[in-house]
């Protein structure tokens, strides 16, 4: 809270400076006196105690990461509310879930209710944080215990950590894993912002709104101070440069490696990247030639340059909502108006489902699911046509796509019910099955963004009640966390003794 603060003061936005200044100080005192309160030297906890945290630690884990997506905005809200902008506090409360979530929703998108730039600037930090957050604890917890996509690979059952192995080797504490992790993530996280702060800021864009998209595209948290990169003033050049970092979030590998060794094989053979290569290859493809056969019926004018134009836009849209950022192409509105055609809307939800890659900023179901049905589906095609066949490629391959297909279906199935149940409570406020269809995907998908371009017509966060907004901040939570782990959560065996 001290950056806004002093970015207020520079700015000379006194109150909404002492706000966060005040606040900042308040919450660090209080965490202080609480850390003081519950501190005890290693070598003085019990064996017995010792051993009854560790059995406990995936429970407490997973309940301290649900705690801290739905408390943790409740103190994150309070600058906002205290800074004399007349915004209520559930309002901030909201927006706070949803940058913490990298959701990137916003009650507050017409421009005659833009917020004051500090608060503008809260937002990009929390969803920037959010993102190291999500980064950091789906590698140092979730993977660890075989969730958040990694059972897809593994030959353990889903929740099932790593005690089998504890008799004859040390398995790290959860805050130590945390504290390794994030010290090992955080400098290249944070280096790779300042490189895209850079690269937009000498491309064109002021400094206050490269960095505040630096932080969102990081995140794919689709955060904007001037409602996307159209008002930015990067233009062409600053959509290749966020296309260019947007990779980060198509695969793991991109940045961090399972087993790290010199004979690795190379990024292009790493499944998740070969499905997201594919979708970008095919999807916007398709795209342009529906835009192409729309000029050619409405107007019969397709110039060279506008048809590049029009390309770029369904590349750069596809690879945006591939990646649940949700940042939209100055030359996606071009095309509509070049062919006459309404956006596609499902595809573009569909999109979001698919997601980016397991322990990435990205939401959706996640790539490395989506390769191992489509693996299972290869291999139930070649025993229809030759039913005495034996599948190959080693033992890996087989236990993706025999327990990994698996998994992944039953994931699928938990995130189309959890779609139906959250598009009935909606229905039940009187939203009609368009509106309720593209505000439950917006909000399990982490893509807020989805409710301006999906529809027919764009909708907004600001007209729902405040039922609505919690049911889809709790919605966004289930989104970020992943649906296993809280389905682990309510698993009777996380709770015995």
């Given at each position: 809270?001290?950056a806004?603060?002093?970015y207020g ?17 308040l919450f660090a ?6 850390a ?10 019990p064996?017995a ?17 649900l ?7 409740l103190?994150?809200?309070v ?5 004399g902008?007349?915004?209520?506090y ?31 600037f ?6 920037w944080?959010?993102?190291?957050f ?6 140092a917890?979730?993977a ?5 996509g ?9 929740g ?22 994030a ?21 064109g ?27 930015s ?8 440069v ?8 198509l ?6 490696a ?17 499905i ?31 048809a ?9 849209m ?32 569909g999109?979001t ?8 900023t ?9 390769y191992?049905?489509?693996r ?12 005495s ?6 033992a ?5 796509r025999?327990?990994g ?7 699928f199935?938990?995130?189309a ?17 368009e ?7 917006s ?6 963004p ?18 609505e ?11 970020r ?7 682990a ?9």
């Amino acid at each position: 809270m001290m950056a806004p603060a002093a970015y207020g003061l520079v700015v000379q936005d006194f109150a909404s400076a002492r706000s966060f200044f005040y606040t900042g100080v308040l919450f660090a005192t209080v965490a202080l006196f609480i850390a003081l309160a519950r501190y005890r030297p290693e070598k003085e906890v019990p064996d017995a105690l010792r051993a009854r945290d560790t059995d406990r630690e995936g429970r407490n884990l997973l309940l301290t990461l649900l705690a801290t997506y739905f408390l943790g905005p409740l103190l994150l809200a309070v600058p906002i509310a205290e800074a004399g902008a007349g915004v209520p506090y559930m309002d901030a409360y909201f927006e706070m879930i949803s940058a913490l979530t990298t959701t990137g929703a916003t009650l507050f998108s017409g421009p005659d209710e833009a917020l004051p730039r500090t608060i503008e600037f809260w937002r990009a930090i929390v969803g920037w944080l959010g993102g190291l957050f999500a980064w950091v604890t789906a590698v140092a917890v979730l993977a660890p215990m075989n969730l958040g996509g990694f059972e897809v690979i593994s030959a353990r059952q889903a929740g099932q950590g790593q005690s089998g192995i504890s008799q004859i080797t040390r398995i790290a504490a959860g805050p130590e894993r945390i504290a390794r992790f994030a010290a090992r993530l955080f400098p290249i996280y944070f280096a790779l912002t300042l490189a895209l702060w850079f690269a937009l800021a000498m491309i064109g864009a002021t400094p206050f709104v490269a960095l505040c998209h630096a932080m969102s595209v990081m995140a794919t948290s689709g955060i904007s101070p001037v409602g996307g990169l159209s008002g930015s003033g990067a233009g062409f050049g600053g959509e290749v440069v966020v296309f260019a970092f947007l990779i980060l979030a198509l695969s793991r590998k991109t940045f961090t490696a399972d087993t790290p060794r010199p004979d690795a094989a190379p990024l292009y053979r790493d499944p998740e990247m070969r499905i997201a290569l594919a979708v970008l290859t095919f999807v916007p493809v398709f795209l342009f030639m529906r835009h192409w056969v729309g000029v050619i019926e409405v107007s019969g004018e397709f110039g060279f340059l506008r048809a590049l134009q029009a390309y770029w836009g369904g590349l750069f849209m596809v690879m945006s909502f591939l990646t649940t950022a949700g940042f939209e192409s100055a030359f996606w509105e071009q095309s509509r108006f070049w062919s006459g055609l309404q956006a596609p809307g499902v595809l573009l939800m569909g999109l979001t489902i698919f997601g980016g890659g397991v322990a990435t900023t990205a939401g959706g179901v996640k790539l490395l699911r989506l390769y191992a049905l489509v693996r299972h589906g290869e291999r139930e095609i070649e025993k229809l046509i030759s039913p005495s066949s034996v599948g190959g490629a080693g033992a890996a391959a087989r236990r993706i796509r025999r327990e990994g297909a698996y998994v992944a279906w039953v994931y699928f199935m938990v995130f189309a019910f959890t779609i139906a149940a959250v598009m009935i409570l909606m229905s039940l406020f009187g939203h009609d099955f368009e509106a309720a269809t593209v505000f439950t995907l917006s909000a399990l998908t982490t893509t807020g963004p989805l409710v301006d371009v999906a529809g027919e017509n764009p909708l907004s966060y600001a007209d729902l009640g405040h039922p609505e907004r919690l049911i889809l901040g709790a919605t966004m939570v289930l989104g970020r966390l992943e649906l296993l782990a809280i389905i682990a959560l309510i698993n009777p065996e996380f709770w015995r003794r």
